[in-house]
């Protein structure tokens, strides 16, 4: 039996909503799992020369957790991997993997677990729930952990909107990133950034595009990251003085997301430019918002 995932790249936070808020974007990895004695992994694109290709391939111990979750004996998979989602960039390719490993895995096994349970397996492998969230569901999520598992719901965005994810040429570790989070803030940012969730998710249901700047603002997470990302505040400005209604950080960076309702092309240009003064080389695309999440088709017989 073969089957194929397709798994979108997801942006996180979105600026207030750390650990909360997830988007899903139209660049997609693929996964073809066969059953197998033994685990081997075959990988384009992305990350091709640095990814694990045996056991310790994160797709690979996504199709493990699957069989051990229903208590089933994992015998091994023959794994083909395309990937599009830059590694060590923020945009969700940890995520991908281990959602598109273990939708593969169920689907290898029939489908015994639901989408809640994938989610909560996901989740804890990833260790927060924000990008795994969108990257099974699609759209812009709002997920919750807690030790009963993970809620999560999944909310339409206007289609007017126009997001463009700036990916710089170097990359960041998100322990790194989040190990200069201090362990309490002032209760006046913890009351700010709520403020600022509740607006953006108001905001976008009620298509007030005019209310993304203040929204999109964050006291939680990017004030303290910009010692890893100094060039940060002066790509923002650049994006905004193209029209940008808000950019942030996506993830843990040191890709930058910002949203418009104007030219996409434009506002990617002048974030480039910005980027390579700052002396880093750098690409925006202006990306879709994933509506479907992972995808599971059933191939057949084994290749």
């Known amino acids: 039996m073969r089957v194929h995932v397709r798994v979108p790249a997801t942006s996180a936070n ?30 384009e694109g992305e990350g091709a020369a640095r990814l694990a290709r045996g056991g310790d391939n994160v797709v690979a111990r996504g199709v493990r957790l699957a069989f051990e979750a229903v208590g089933r004996r994992f015998p091994g998979c023959a794994l083909d991997c395309l990937n599009r989602v830059p590694t060590a960039r923020g945009l ?24 809640e349970a994938l989610l909560a397996l996901a989740a804890r492998a990833e260790g927060h729930p924000d990008n795994v969230a969108a990257a099974l569901l699609g759209g812009l999520t709002v997920a919750c952990a807690d030790g009963e598992g993970v809620t999560a719901v999944a909310l339409p965005v206007p289609p007017a909107l126009r997001w463009v994810a700036l990916i710089p040429g170097v990359t960041s570790a998100t322990a790194e990133a989040r190990a200069v989070l201090p362990r309490t803030v002032p209760r006046e940012d913890a009351v700010f950034n709520v403020q600022r969730v509740a607006l953006l998710l108001a905001s976008l249901q009620a298509g007030r595009t005019d209310a993304l700047a203040r929204a999109l603002e964050d006291r939680l997470h990017q004030p303290y990251r910009l010692k890893l990302f ?58 879709a918002v994933d509506t479907e999440g992972a995808v599971v088709r059933v191939l057949g017989g084994a290749a």
Request: a negative charge; aromatic letters at 2%; one cysteine or more.
């Open 14 to 43: 979105l600026g207030p909503g750390f650990d909360t808020l997830g988007l899903a974007l139209a660049l997609r990895n693929e996964v073809t799992a066969a059953e197998a004695e033994g685990v081997s992994v075959r990988i």
């Open 92 to 115: 969700g390719s940890s995520a991908a993997a281990w959602v598109g490993g273990l939708v593969a895995g169920n689907a290898l096994l029939g489908s015994p677990l639901p989408r």
């Open 230 to 287: 100094p060039w940060m505040p002066d790509v923002a400005a650049a994006a905004r003085a193209a029209g940008a209604l808000g950019c942030v950080l996506s993830g843990a960076g040191p890709a930058l997301l910002a949203v418009t309702t104007g030219d996409a092309g434009d506002l990617g240009r002048a974030m480039e430019a910005a980027l390579r003064a700052a002396g880093i080389a750098g690409a925006a695309h202006a990306l």
